[in-house]
Structures are given as C-alpha cells and as structure tokens.
C-alpha cells in the first residue's frame, strides 16, 4: 500500500487540479455542435467532447515529445516546460481548427460571423445583432469567440500536460512499470481526459460561445465540481497503479 | 412500440458480464490447461485462447450498446459518441487499476477492474443526475452498467491482443506498441456506432443488437490484426473469426432492416444531366 505522505496528496491533487483544468477549458471552446456544421449557431460545427479532446490529446503529444527531450528532464524548470510545450501544441491545433473553419464559414457559406450571445463583441466592440441571420443562433467565429477558444485550449493543454508529467514521474520509479512511463502514463492521461471532456459537455449541453455566453457562468461551478471529484478519484486510482498492494 | 418484445436490461447485463468474464478467463485458462496436456492440443489451445478474449469482449459490446441505447434515447445534447468515449475512458482508468493492483492474484484482475468500474459510473451517474442535473431517470444505471462493460471491453480485446491479461505482460504487447489505442477507439466506436447508426423513431432494439455484434466483430477482426504482431499465428484465428462472426451478423443486420423498412426501392443513377 503507498503510503500517505504529502507528495502523494499533493500529486492527487495536482490530478484533480488538472482534470479541473480540462473541463473550465472546455467552456471556453465555442463548440456549435451540428447547428454550427450548417451555420446556424456560433462556434465550430462539431462536438464538444471532439474538440477538447483533439486539442488536449494533441497538447498531450506536444508535452510529451518535450519531457522526452534529455536535457529537459535535468532542467529545473522541467515542469514549466512540459506545461507550456502542452499548451502551446492545444493552442496551435484549435486555432488553426477554428482558422480554417472560418476561412469556411466566410468564403465556403458565405455567412456574416456574428454572436448570438451578447449585443456588442466584448472585444472588439463591433454590433453584432445586425448581422445575425434570422431564425439562426448566430454564425461563424467572432473575435471574441476566437480568443475565447486559444484561452480554452491553453487551460486544456496544461491540464493533459500536467496529469501526464505529474504519471511520467511516478510511473519510471515503479518497479511495475518502469521503462514503459510513458506509454501507460499516455494512455491513462487520455482515459482522464475523455472523463474530464465529456463531463462538462453533458453540463454544457452541446453548444457554447465562449466566457462571454450567459451559460458560461451558470454551467462552470458545479461541472467544475463534478470534474474535479471524479479527477481525484482517478489520481488515486493512477498512484496506486504504481505500487499496487 | 410496446407490442414489440424487448429483451429485458437485466438479461443482457447478465449475458455481457458472465459472456464478458467467461471469454476473459478463457484466454488465460486455455493456455495452462494445453500445458497441462501436452502436445498439439497445448498449440490447438494457445491458438484459440486470444479469440476467447475477444468474444468475452463482443458480449460487453453488446450489453454496453444496449445500455447506450437506453440512455441516449432521452437525447443528452451533445451526441451519442459522448457517451461512447466517457465509457472507454471510465473504462480504462478503471481495467488499468483492476488489472494493475493485484499483483500475483492475477485471476482477481478483471473482477477487480469490473467492480472499480462501477463504482467511477456510479459516481459520474449520480454527478451528472444530481450536481449537473441532466433530469435522465436512467442515468445512474446506465453510466454505471456503460462504465463496467467499457472495462470488460478494455480487458477483453487487449488480452485477446496479448494472449493473457497480466499486467506485467500487457505493458510490453499492447501498451508500449500503442495497441491500446487501437483497442480504445475501436472498442469506443462498436459501443457507440449501433445506437448512432439505428436511432430514430422506429428504432428496433433487435436491430441494434445485431449491429453489436457486428461491429463487435469487426473490433475481434482488427484485434486479430493486431495480434499477429504480436502472437503469430493466434492473431490469425482470431482475425478470421472475426471476419466470419462480422459477415454473419451483418447480414441478420442486413436482412432486419430489409424487414423493418417500409419498402426498399432502387433509386437507380444520378443523371447525368440535369432535367
């Protein structure tokens, strides 16, 4: 049995934290769902849990292709890299997803991007409702929409990225597992991360704007909550993987 | 619908669990009895011990799909494969733990995994009823039941991969190579896919089933694929008897739909040229 020393704590709750992470993230993603894939709502036209989990899996990839690097893992300020490297890849991958979408939605549809949520851009203060199509939930990606979801995917990113250094480092020293951290370490990250992903979009209810959505506000507390329970129990889950009884 | 008769959720829970166990234990008992033989039934056995494994794994397939079907059917917004990946996700947090914390006991494993299962459902079932307040009567009991047939899944098909469900050996064979992956998305998809691709107002329950078990199938036909990577001559027996279990059942797919259509007509070519 591990015993119940502080760094053990503190790593369950770095899981929790990081699980957390991952389902605010996913509030921050303008996700349309199948209105948007016809342009009638705002965001990207495809699932929350599709998004999340594209953009986390691929800050997943990026974080660990950083702690790989020797010279990284000597690094003092290993855990800031592989957290950042993590971000950075979430942060590439959803903007250029919502690049290309919009590069669609202007020239492909033809649709005005306008936010059925709010009357005036938070950011850059242009009037929206003038250009929403009636009868629609708004369309395309408007700045505010679009920044909204590089914030998203960098909290997502973070979030794969820390469950992952946070197994890496408990899974070389098992005696269990050893040389394969990285691979269990990858696989178990990418079960919480589904958990954590889809949690928040049955709250979401499967579309959101972005921070500034009314939603936003109702919606985050008690999927935040939920996310970070069932985080914790699989940090426990995935610390006594490494030691077993 | 009611004149239709519907095979009970407790009956599949029951043929998903046992057939599920039953398949799982298969793969790890056929080996050591063909030791304890001798000979060519001891190759007989290792061959078609992984297949075992994998029809463990179609039967939590099926009682896995049915359980979507039950609760997707009040419609959760956000698309039915949701609940296709929160299951493999419950599904292999909860196999990895099972599987990994009782070291030597390594017949306790799947049990184990079964169990811890139900319980990260029951936790997210009664969350998403009662904190996120998604208002589906059966969500506890289906997040539960999709949660513990997502692990019998994971177990299944990686030791129909690895010929065994040790852990020790499982992290060579499907970890480190990355069949895990293969096993995850392709078990998410058969879970997911019956109840997506037959859902509807005149959605049969006989329908889906046989679709189950044919994209079960199809999940035993790539697990094969990936077993002769790793096991020879083993992954060959269980890809063709998933080939042949994929025909069989896609056609009683096939012909159910023929049965439940209204008509099917042959809508012949697009023309070539507009009229």
Redesign the interface.
């Known amino acids: 049995m591990v015993a119940l020393d502080p760094a053990t704590l503190i790593n369950v709750l770095l899981i929790a934290i990081s699980g957390t992470l991952v389902c605010i993230a996913v509030h921050f993603i303008p996700v349309g769902g199948a209105p948007a894939a016809m342009a009638q709502a705002t965001g990207i036209g495809t699932g929350t849990v599709e998004l999340a989990a594209g953009s986390g899996l691929v800050g997943l990839i990026t974080a660990s292709a950083m702690y790989a690097i020797p010279s990284v893992q000597s690094d003092p300020n290993v855990m800031a890299l592989v957290l950042a490297a993590g971000a950075m890849g979430s942060m590439i991958m959803i903007a250029s997803t919502m690049l290309s979408g919009s590069l669609i939605y202007a020239y492909g549809v033809g649709v005005p991007f306008a936010s059925a949520q709010v009357k005036k851009d938070p950011i850059t203060g242009a009037r929206q409702d003038l250009y929403m199509s009636k009868g629609t939930q708004g369309q395309g990606l408007p700045t505010v929409c679009f920044v909204s979801g590089i914030i998203g995917a960098a909290l997502g990113g973070i979030g794969g990225a820390l469950i992952y250094y946070v197994l890496v480092g408990i899974y070389s020293t098992s005696t269990l597992i050893g040389g394969s951290a990285a691979a269990v370490a990858g696989v178990f990250t990418m079960g919480v991360f589904y958990v954590n992903s889809v949690v928040p979009s049955y709250g979401v209810g499967g579309t959101i704007e972005g921070f500034h959505d009314p939603k936003f506000r109702r919606v985050l507390p008690k999927d935040a909550v939920t996310s970070f329970v069932v985080s914790a129990l699989c940090g426990i889950l995935a610390i006594l993987i490494a030691g077993g009884f | 619908m009611s004149d239709i008769k519907e095979i009970p959720p407790n009956t599949l829970m029951a043929f998903g669990i046992v057939g599920g166990l039953l398949g799982i234990y298969l793969t790890y008992i056929l080996p050591l009895a063909g030791d304890a033989v001798g000979g060519p039934v001891k190759d007989l056995l290792t061959t078609i011990a992984p297949a075992a494994g994998a029809l463990g794994g179609m039967c939590a397939i099926v009682w896995g799909a049915e359980a979507v079907r039950r609760v997707a059917k009040y419609g ?4 039915v ?3 296709g ?2 299951a ?7 196999a ?2 099972g599987l ?4 030597e006991l390594t017949l306790a494993g799947p049990i184990v995994a079964l169990v ?1 299962a139900s319980v ?1 459902g029951l ?2 079932g009664w ?2 009823q009662n ?4 208002k589906i009567p059966v969500m506890i009991r289906c997040m539960t039941e999709i949660a513990a047939a997502g692990s019998l899944i994971i177990i299944g098909f990686s030791a129909a991969v690895a010929g065994t469900f040790e ?2 050996k499982l ?2 064979l499907v ?2 190579n ?1 069949f ?2 293969a096993v ?1 998305w392709v078990g998410a998809m058969a879970l997911l896919h019956p109840f997506n691709a037959v859902l509807g107002p005149d959605e049969k329950q006989k329908r889906l089933l046989y679709l189950a078990f044919s994209t079960g199938a199809i999940t035993m036909a790539v697990t094969g694929i990936a077993g002769i990577m790793t096991l020879g001559n083993a992954g060959i027996f269980t890809l063709l008897v998933g080939v042949v279990l994929w025909l069989i059942f896609y056609k009683k797919f096939w012909d159910e739909v023929y049965k439940d259509a209204a008509a099917v007509v042959g809508t012949g070519l697009i023309p070539k040229t507009e009229a």
């Open positions: 959760l917004g956000t698309g494969p949701s609940i990946q929160i493999m996700g419950m599904g292999i947090v909860a990895m733990f990994a914390i009782v070291k811890t990260i936790i997210i969350f998403a904190v996120i307040k998604m852990f020790s992290i060579p970890f480190d990355g895990m992956l995850f």
